[in-house]
């Protein structure tokens, strides 16, 4: 039986909200391409592959998880990341998701003239960078020439508290990632895929799955850090800390290969 807490988060989703942001694009080309389109000004754009939550890892085993991972025709890569948290999209994180992207071709090809042109977007729900502007593209520049460093790396920031005019294809996509009603929402493309997986029973039970899994995954970590808590402060083991906590015996094993 699918939980009624569920079903009112579902209602109040919005594409801003990962989880819900993750649904509505897993493996679905065709919105992704229609929302680089717009971000990019690129009409032309052909997106061929996406991926949602797609984990890249370094050779230090830290990895980072891609909301959006996409690749077009001429073999560009996309990153596109939904942040309602200032912490979450300051610089250093587009800096380090961009050369995740970089590390993750050099993997398969092994050659840096090889590496392919990348794309980090952070679509946020503030002003992240503060100067009221709608949109931000940073590329790097030479400063004493003023001339564009053309080493294929781009970031952008989409301020997501931008109050724009209906009828600019990227205010209307900025108004349409902060509304719950589809009905309300401006480009139609995304106000049926918005549509279609709120009131689509099967597409539902999918979202309470992914929401239950993300509860069960929480409480985990927080069970792992008090666990750890204990190892520092009382100079436990981590048998000892499990036992404290009345972690079951069937799932210690489980968990000290964790810490």
């Known amino acids: 039986m699918i939980k009624q807490k569920y079903l009112e988060a579902i209602k109040n989703f919005r594409l801003i909200d990962d989880t819900f942001f993750s649904a509505c694009f897993d493996n679905n080309e065709s919105d992704v391409e ?15 592959k996406v991926q949602t939550q797609k984990s890249v890892e370094n050779m230090y085993g830290r990895s980072v998880r891609f909301d959006v991972f996409a690749t077009d025709e001429a073999g560009k890569l996309y990153n596109i990341e939904v942040q309602r948290a200032d912490a979450g999209a300051v610089p250093t994180r587009a800096r380090y998701n961009s050369s995740m992207l970089d590390y993750h071709e050099l993997k398969k090809k092994a050659k840096h003239n090889e590496l392919p042109e990348t794309f ?33 790396t781009h970031i952008i920031y989409v301020n997501g508290s931008y109050e724009g005019e209906t009828g600019n294809d990227l205010d209307d996509l900025i108004h349409d990632f902060f509304c719950a009603n589809p009905e ?47 190892m520092r402060k009382m100079k436990w083991t981590a048998q000892q800390a499990m036992d404290a906590l009345d972690v079951p015996a069937d799932k210690q094993k489980e968990y000290a290969a964790l810490i």
């Open 184 to 230: 309300e929402m401006r480009h139609r493309q995304l106000a049926e895929r918005v549509s279609f997986l709120k009131g689509n029973k099967n597409e539902v039970r999918k979202m309470c799955k992914i929401m239950e899994d993300l509860q069960n995954e929480a409480k985990k970590e927080n069970l792992l850090d008090n666990i750890r808590s204990l």
């Open 34 to 48: 229609y929302i680089l389109r717009i971000i990019l000004e690129k009409p032309d754009l052909k997106v061929l």
């Open 120 to 152: 980090v977007i952070f679509i946020t729900e503030h002003d992240v960078l503060k100067d009221g502007e709608k949109i931000y593209h940073i590329d790097r520049i030479i400063r004493e020439t003023q001339k564009v460093f053309e080493d294929g």
